[in-house]
Protein backbone atom coordinates (compact mmCIF):
# COMPACT_ATOMS: atom_id res chain seq x y z
CA UNK A 1 0.00 0.00 0.00
CA UNK A 2 1.14 3.26 -1.01
CA UNK A 3 1.44 6.04 1.80
CA UNK A 4 2.15 9.31 0.19
CA UNK A 5 5.51 8.00 -1.99
CA UNK A 6 8.23 9.84 -1.40
CA UNK A 7 7.75 12.91 0.40
CA UNK A 8 10.20 16.31 1.03
CA UNK A 9 9.62 17.65 4.15
CA UNK A 10 10.81 21.09 5.98
CA UNK A 11 10.90 21.93 9.28
CA UNK A 12 11.90 25.34 10.79
CA UNK A 13 9.14 26.00 13.80
CA UNK A 14 12.32 26.16 16.68
CA UNK A 15 15.83 26.26 16.52
CA UNK A 16 16.38 23.29 14.24
CA UNK A 17 16.43 23.36 10.18
CA UNK A 18 15.67 20.27 9.27
CA UNK A 19 14.69 18.66 5.81
CA UNK A 20 14.42 14.94 4.93
CA UNK A 21 13.37 12.90 2.03
CA UNK A 22 11.30 9.77 3.13
CA UNK A 23 9.02 7.26 1.16
CA UNK A 24 5.56 5.79 2.67
CA UNK A 25 5.93 7.55 5.83
CA UNK A 26 8.12 4.95 7.38
CA UNK A 27 11.26 4.85 5.06
CA UNK A 28 14.23 7.92 5.70
CA UNK A 29 16.33 8.02 2.34
CA UNK A 30 18.04 11.27 4.02
CA UNK A 31 17.59 13.61 7.13
CA UNK A 32 19.39 16.67 7.31
CA UNK A 33 19.39 18.80 10.73
CA UNK A 34 21.23 21.53 11.20
CA UNK A 35 21.21 22.93 14.77
CA UNK A 36 21.51 26.27 16.43
CA UNK A 37 21.53 24.65 19.87
CA UNK A 38 25.50 25.71 20.20
CA UNK A 39 24.56 29.39 18.95
CA UNK A 40 21.69 29.99 21.04
CA UNK A 41 23.82 28.18 24.18
CA UNK A 42 25.92 31.54 24.44
CA UNK A 43 22.27 33.63 25.30
CA UNK A 44 21.37 30.91 27.72
CA UNK A 45 17.93 30.19 25.19
CA UNK A 46 16.92 30.92 22.10
CA UNK A 47 16.52 34.46 20.37
CA UNK A 48 13.58 34.17 17.81
CA UNK A 49 15.00 36.93 15.77
CA UNK A 50 18.61 35.14 15.34
CA UNK A 51 16.70 31.61 15.07
CA UNK A 52 14.71 32.91 12.03
CA UNK A 53 18.34 34.64 10.47
CA UNK A 54 20.38 31.15 10.74
CA UNK A 55 16.81 29.27 9.23
CA UNK A 56 17.97 31.37 6.32
CA UNK A 57 21.59 30.86 6.91
CA UNK A 58 21.14 27.54 6.79
CA UNK A 59 17.60 26.34 4.53
CA UNK A 60 19.48 25.55 1.24
CA UNK A 61 22.77 23.96 2.25
CA UNK A 62 20.48 21.24 4.33
CA UNK A 63 18.23 20.90 1.21
CA UNK A 64 21.97 20.80 -1.14
CA UNK A 65 22.85 17.54 1.79
CA UNK A 66 19.50 16.10 1.99
CA UNK A 67 19.45 15.58 -2.11
CA UNK A 68 23.14 14.06 -1.55
CA UNK A 69 22.11 11.67 1.00
CA UNK A 70 18.80 10.36 -0.56
CA UNK A 71 20.39 10.34 -4.07
CA UNK A 72 16.82 10.73 -5.73
CA UNK A 73 15.46 13.90 -8.47
CA UNK A 74 12.50 15.89 -8.36
CA UNK A 75 10.83 13.16 -10.15
CA UNK A 76 10.63 10.57 -7.67
CA UNK A 77 8.90 13.56 -5.19
CA UNK A 78 5.31 13.40 -4.83
CA UNK A 79 4.80 15.86 -2.64
CA UNK A 80 6.58 18.89 -0.42
CA UNK A 81 5.21 19.05 3.11
CA UNK A 82 6.06 21.75 5.77
CA UNK A 83 5.41 22.56 9.10
CA UNK A 84 3.11 25.49 9.71
CA UNK A 85 2.77 25.39 13.21
CA UNK A 86 2.88 25.53 16.01
CA UNK A 87 6.31 27.41 16.56
CA UNK A 88 8.04 30.66 16.56
CA UNK A 89 6.72 33.19 13.82
CA UNK A 90 9.50 34.31 12.11
CA UNK A 91 11.10 30.33 11.46
CA UNK A 92 8.09 29.02 10.86
CA UNK A 93 8.07 31.27 7.74
CA UNK A 94 11.02 30.72 6.83
CA UNK A 95 10.24 27.17 5.90
CA UNK A 96 6.81 27.83 4.81
CA UNK A 97 8.13 30.12 2.05
CA UNK A 98 11.29 27.72 1.17
CA UNK A 99 8.12 24.62 1.34
CA UNK A 100 6.14 26.98 -1.24
CA UNK A 101 8.46 27.88 -3.30
CA UNK A 102 9.43 24.38 -4.15
CA UNK A 103 6.11 23.37 -4.58
CA UNK A 104 5.60 25.80 -7.27
CA UNK A 105 8.52 25.65 -9.45
CA UNK A 106 8.47 21.63 -9.38
CA UNK A 107 5.10 21.58 -9.33
CA UNK A 108 4.33 19.25 -6.13
CA UNK A 109 1.24 19.60 -4.00
CA UNK A 110 2.30 21.40 -0.93
CA UNK A 111 0.72 19.60 2.39
CA UNK A 112 0.70 21.50 5.56
CA UNK A 113 1.94 19.78 9.01
CA UNK A 114 1.40 20.66 12.69
CA UNK A 115 4.77 20.35 14.50
CA UNK A 116 3.18 18.16 17.21
CA UNK A 117 1.74 15.82 14.56
CA UNK A 118 4.99 15.55 13.63
CA UNK A 119 6.85 14.39 16.81
CA UNK A 120 3.78 11.73 17.08
CA UNK A 121 4.89 9.97 13.68
CA UNK A 122 8.27 10.08 14.66
CA UNK A 123 6.76 6.56 15.70
CA UNK A 124 6.03 5.27 12.60
CA UNK A 125 9.57 6.05 10.86
CA UNK A 126 11.93 2.80 10.69
CA UNK A 127 14.91 2.80 12.51
CA UNK A 128 17.75 1.21 10.37
CA UNK A 129 19.65 0.08 13.70
CA UNK A 130 16.66 -2.03 14.45
CA UNK A 131 13.13 -3.19 13.94
CA UNK A 132 10.58 -0.99 15.23
CA UNK A 133 7.01 -2.19 15.32
CA UNK A 134 4.21 -0.28 13.92
CA UNK A 135 2.17 1.34 16.69
CA UNK A 136 -1.19 -0.17 17.08
CA UNK A 137 -4.53 1.96 17.60
CA UNK A 138 -6.22 2.53 20.03
CA UNK A 139 -3.17 4.51 21.39
CA UNK A 140 -1.85 6.82 23.46
CA UNK A 141 0.85 9.27 23.04
CA UNK A 142 2.87 10.99 25.13
CA UNK A 143 4.61 14.27 23.68
CA UNK A 144 7.00 15.97 25.63
CA UNK A 145 8.87 18.95 24.09
CA UNK A 146 10.18 22.24 24.86
CA UNK A 147 7.04 23.99 23.84
CA UNK A 148 4.76 21.39 24.81
CA UNK A 149 3.55 18.82 27.13
CA UNK A 150 0.40 16.71 26.09
CA UNK A 151 -1.45 13.13 26.13
CA UNK A 152 -3.49 12.67 23.40
CA UNK A 153 -5.53 9.53 22.12
CA UNK A 154 -5.44 8.26 18.75
CA UNK A 155 -8.13 5.94 17.78
CA UNK A 156 -6.78 5.88 14.01
CA UNK A 157 -4.75 8.10 11.59
CA UNK A 158 -4.52 11.70 12.17
CA UNK A 159 -7.41 11.07 14.71
CA UNK A 160 -6.37 13.41 17.90
CA UNK A 161 -8.40 13.48 20.93
CA UNK A 162 -6.42 15.65 24.10
CA UNK A 163 -6.51 14.19 27.64
CA UNK A 164 -4.16 16.08 29.16
CA UNK A 165 -1.73 18.76 28.51
CA UNK A 166 0.41 20.78 30.67
CA UNK A 167 -1.46 24.18 32.71
CA UNK A 168 1.95 25.50 32.99
CA UNK A 169 5.49 25.16 32.11
CA UNK A 170 6.58 22.49 29.69
CA UNK A 171 8.40 19.66 30.77
CA UNK A 172 11.56 20.56 28.60
CA UNK A 173 10.69 24.55 29.84
CA UNK A 174 11.02 23.03 33.20
CA UNK A 175 14.47 21.30 32.22
CA UNK A 176 15.49 24.22 30.70
CA UNK A 177 14.83 26.63 33.55
CA UNK A 178 15.98 24.11 35.97
CA UNK A 179 19.00 23.72 34.40
CA UNK A 180 20.14 27.23 34.50
CA UNK A 181 19.33 27.32 38.16
CA UNK A 182 21.91 25.06 38.42
CA UNK A 183 24.76 26.31 36.34
CA UNK A 184 24.06 23.69 33.61
CA UNK A 185 24.56 24.52 30.02
CA UNK A 186 21.51 25.38 27.79
CA UNK A 187 19.62 22.97 26.87
CA UNK A 188 19.34 22.07 30.49
CA UNK A 189 17.28 18.81 29.11
CA UNK A 190 20.49 16.48 28.16
CA UNK A 191 22.87 18.18 30.79
CA UNK A 192 20.47 17.37 33.60
CA UNK A 193 20.41 13.60 32.15
CA UNK A 194 24.13 13.75 32.42
CA UNK A 195 24.14 14.99 35.58
CA UNK A 196 21.93 13.13 37.01
CA UNK A 197 23.27 9.94 36.15
CA UNK A 198 26.53 10.44 38.13
CA UNK A 199 24.59 11.07 41.55
CA UNK A 200 25.42 9.07 43.88
CA UNK A 201 22.95 9.83 46.69
CA UNK A 202 19.76 9.65 45.79
CA UNK A 203 17.85 11.18 49.05
CA UNK A 204 16.84 14.46 47.18
CA UNK A 205 12.81 14.86 47.04
CA UNK A 206 11.28 17.22 45.08
CA UNK A 207 7.30 17.50 44.87
CA UNK A 208 5.01 15.76 42.36
CA UNK A 209 2.05 17.49 41.14
CA UNK A 210 -0.63 15.13 40.74
CA UNK A 211 -3.40 17.19 39.97
CA UNK A 212 -6.38 14.56 41.37
CA UNK A 213 -7.87 12.37 38.54
CA UNK A 214 -6.26 14.58 36.07
CA UNK A 215 -4.39 13.80 33.00
CA UNK A 216 -3.00 17.50 32.95
CA UNK A 217 0.47 17.76 34.31
CA UNK A 218 2.33 21.02 36.26
CA UNK A 219 5.67 21.90 36.67
CA UNK A 220 6.10 25.72 38.41
CA UNK A 221 5.72 24.25 41.51
CA UNK A 222 8.62 21.57 41.29
CA UNK A 223 10.05 24.90 39.40
CA UNK A 224 9.45 26.78 42.36
CA UNK A 225 10.79 24.02 45.01
CA UNK A 226 13.95 23.61 42.86
CA UNK A 227 14.90 27.19 43.14
CA UNK A 228 13.83 27.79 46.71
CA UNK A 229 16.19 24.72 48.00
CA UNK A 230 19.39 26.05 45.14
CA UNK A 231 18.64 29.60 46.64
CA UNK A 232 19.08 28.32 50.77
CA UNK A 233 22.30 26.27 49.39
CA UNK A 234 23.94 28.94 47.46
CA UNK A 235 22.76 31.97 50.09
CA UNK A 236 20.68 33.09 47.95
CA UNK A 237 24.16 33.99 45.12
CA UNK A 238 22.79 33.97 42.04
CA UNK A 239 23.00 31.11 39.45
CA UNK A 240 23.53 31.61 35.82
CA UNK A 241 24.22 29.09 32.71
CA UNK A 242 27.75 27.64 32.97
CA UNK A 243 28.36 29.15 36.53
CA UNK A 244 27.22 27.67 39.96
CA UNK A 245 28.69 27.95 43.58
CA UNK A 246 27.25 24.40 43.80
CA UNK A 247 29.51 21.41 44.11
CA UNK A 248 29.53 18.94 41.06
CA UNK A 249 27.71 16.30 43.69
CA UNK A 250 25.34 18.40 44.89
CA UNK A 251 24.59 19.60 41.28
CA UNK A 252 24.22 15.87 40.22
CA UNK A 253 21.77 14.98 43.58
CA UNK A 254 19.57 17.76 42.35
CA UNK A 255 19.31 16.98 38.91
CA UNK A 256 18.52 13.42 39.77
CA UNK A 257 16.26 14.90 41.92
CA UNK A 258 14.03 16.91 39.77
CA UNK A 259 14.27 14.59 37.09
CA UNK A 260 13.02 11.50 39.32
CA UNK A 261 10.05 14.24 39.93
CA UNK A 262 9.57 14.76 36.25
CA UNK A 263 9.81 11.23 35.11
CA UNK A 264 7.48 9.57 37.96
CA UNK A 265 4.71 12.17 36.64
CA UNK A 266 4.92 11.45 33.39
CA UNK A 267 5.48 8.00 33.48
CA UNK A 268 2.15 7.17 35.99
CA UNK A 269 -0.19 9.28 33.93
CA UNK A 270 1.01 8.09 30.90
CA UNK A 271 0.00 4.64 31.69
CA UNK A 272 -3.27 5.59 33.75
CA UNK A 273 -4.05 6.92 30.33
CA UNK A 274 -3.72 4.45 28.38
CA UNK A 275 -5.79 1.64 30.74
CA UNK A 276 -8.53 4.09 30.86
CA UNK A 277 -8.52 4.65 27.03
CA UNK A 278 -8.14 0.90 26.32
CA UNK A 279 -4.99 1.46 24.46
CA UNK A 280 -3.38 -1.11 22.65
CA UNK A 281 -0.02 0.35 22.40
CA UNK A 282 1.55 3.44 23.86
CA UNK A 283 3.73 6.08 21.56
CA UNK A 284 6.49 8.59 23.49
CA UNK A 285 7.61 11.51 21.61
CA UNK A 286 8.95 14.86 22.23
CA UNK A 287 12.54 16.34 22.60
CA UNK A 288 12.11 15.11 26.37
CA UNK A 289 11.91 11.78 25.18
CA UNK A 290 15.25 11.78 24.36
CA UNK A 291 15.77 11.87 28.04
CA UNK A 292 17.16 7.91 28.65
CA UNK A 293 15.78 7.43 32.37
CA UNK A 294 12.12 8.67 30.85
CA UNK A 295 13.07 6.16 28.08
CA UNK A 296 13.76 3.01 30.20
CA UNK A 297 10.99 3.92 32.97
CA UNK A 298 7.82 3.70 30.42
CA UNK A 299 9.12 0.56 28.62
CA UNK A 300 9.27 -1.17 32.23
CA UNK A 301 5.81 0.39 32.81
CA UNK A 302 4.30 -0.43 29.61
CA UNK A 303 6.24 -3.82 29.70
CA UNK A 304 3.93 -4.59 33.31
CA UNK A 305 0.57 -2.93 32.01
CA UNK A 306 1.33 -5.29 28.76
CA UNK A 307 1.62 -2.70 25.89
CA UNK A 308 4.18 -2.46 23.62
CA UNK A 309 5.90 0.96 23.87
CA UNK A 310 6.88 2.62 20.61
CA UNK A 311 9.81 5.29 21.26
CA UNK A 312 11.80 6.90 18.28
CA UNK A 313 15.85 6.96 18.94
CA UNK A 314 16.55 10.00 20.39
CA UNK A 315 17.74 11.92 17.09
CA UNK A 316 14.43 11.27 15.70
CA UNK A 317 12.78 12.41 19.12
CA UNK A 318 14.36 16.35 19.10
CA UNK A 319 12.95 18.17 15.86
CA UNK A 320 13.74 17.25 12.75
CA UNK A 321 12.48 17.16 8.63
CA UNK A 322 11.67 13.12 8.59
CA UNK A 323 8.96 13.36 11.39
CA UNK A 324 7.25 15.92 9.22
CA UNK A 325 7.24 13.70 5.98
CA UNK A 326 5.67 10.72 8.04
CA UNK A 327 3.16 12.75 8.91
CA UNK A 328 2.79 14.89 5.66
CA UNK A 329 2.65 11.06 4.13
CA UNK A 330 -0.62 10.49 6.23
CA UNK A 331 -1.81 13.98 4.95
CA UNK A 332 -1.35 13.58 1.60
CA UNK A 333 -3.35 10.01 1.24
CA UNK A 334 -6.05 12.12 3.61
CA UNK A 335 -6.34 14.46 0.67
CA UNK A 336 -4.52 17.39 2.60
CA UNK A 337 -3.40 20.30 0.43
CA UNK A 338 -2.13 23.93 1.22
CA UNK A 339 -2.43 26.65 -1.26
CA UNK A 340 0.51 28.95 -2.10
CA UNK A 341 -1.31 31.31 0.41
CA UNK A 342 -0.37 29.13 3.44
CA UNK A 343 0.84 31.23 6.46
CA UNK A 344 2.95 30.52 9.76
CA UNK A 345 0.52 29.68 12.94
CA UNK A 346 2.29 29.93 15.45
CA UNK A 347 -0.22 28.59 18.21
CA UNK A 348 -1.78 26.21 15.73
CA UNK A 349 -3.54 23.50 18.18
CA UNK A 350 -3.21 19.68 17.20
CA UNK A 351 -6.39 18.19 19.47
CA UNK A 352 -9.33 19.50 21.51
CA UNK A 353 -10.70 17.58 24.57
O1 LIG B 1 11.04 18.69 20.48
P1 LIG B 1 12.21 19.60 20.70
O2 LIG B 1 13.49 19.28 19.98
O3 LIG B 1 11.83 21.07 20.36
C1 LIG B 1 10.56 21.59 20.65
O4 LIG B 1 9.63 21.34 19.82
O5 LIG B 1 10.43 22.17 21.74
O6 LIG B 1 12.44 19.60 22.28
C2 LIG B 1 13.45 20.36 22.88
C3 LIG B 1 13.39 20.11 24.39
C4 LIG B 1 14.32 21.02 25.19
O7 LIG B 1 13.58 21.57 26.27
C5 LIG B 1 15.39 20.06 25.69
O8 LIG B 1 15.96 20.43 26.94
C6 LIG B 1 14.63 18.77 25.80
O9 LIG B 1 13.78 18.75 24.68
N1 LIG B 1 15.52 17.60 25.79
C7 LIG B 1 15.68 16.77 26.83
C8 LIG B 1 16.67 15.83 26.45
N2 LIG B 1 17.07 16.12 25.18
C9 LIG B 1 16.35 17.20 24.78
N3 LIG B 1 15.09 16.75 28.04
C10 LIG B 1 15.47 15.79 28.91
N4 LIG B 1 16.43 14.86 28.64
C11 LIG B 1 17.05 14.84 27.42
N5 LIG B 1 17.99 13.93 27.15
ZN1 LIG C 1 9.46 19.87 18.63
Redo the contacts with the bound molecule.
Keep these: MTRGGLILAVES????TGIAIVEDGRRIHSNVVASQVAMHAAAGGIVPEVAARAHLRWIVPVLDEAWAAAGVTWADVSAVAVTNGP?LAGSLLVGINFAKTLAYVHAKPLIPVN??EG?LYAAWLVDEAREVPEPLFPLVALI?????TFLIEMRDHLQYRLLGETVDD????A??KV?RLLGLP?????????AAAGATRHDVAFPRAWLGDSFDFSFSGLKTAARRTIAAETGGQGTSAGETPLADDRVAELAYGF?ESVVDVLVAKTIRAARVAGARSVVL??????????RDRLAAAAQNAGLPLVVPR?GL???NGAMIAAAGARRMEAGVRAGLDLDAKPSLPLARR
Design positions: SCDEGHLHVSGGHAAGEFDGYPGGPEIMRQGGGVAANRVLPCTD
